[in-house]
């Protein structure tokens, strides 16, 4: 039995993709993009940033984790990261609302 040679088949997958309604055009995945490249983003400050570590009980924790559930059930975007600077902020530091906008990349 020989060996069947691929590299000499030519297939057009582009008609069987179009039945299946999860599968999207290349055309529809770049109009996605444009999408998101068209919402405003903030400029970021030239002031550095530092990172910190928190220590807090688990229960605390859990609350937190509770609120930012029940925000996005709202359709709010919430995050552990924000809620935290909301406290800041209503504590009286100085956070501003280019602060509590979520920088990382996805």
Known sequence: MSKKRLDTVQADLAGPADEFPTQKTPREIV?????VAKEPIPEIPDEPTSQITLKMRSSI?????ER???EKREG???????????????AGFS?????M??????
């Open 61 to 65: 924790k859990d609350e937190i984790d």
């Open 101 to 106: 906008i979520d920088r990382r990349k996805r």
């Open 68 to 70: 930012v559930f029940q």
């Open 95 to 99: 956070v501003t609302d280019d602060d």
């Open 31 to 35: 109009k996605d993009r444009e999408v």
């Open 76 to 90: 709010k975007k919430s995050s552990v990261r924000g809620i935290i600077m909301e406290a800041l902020r209503d």
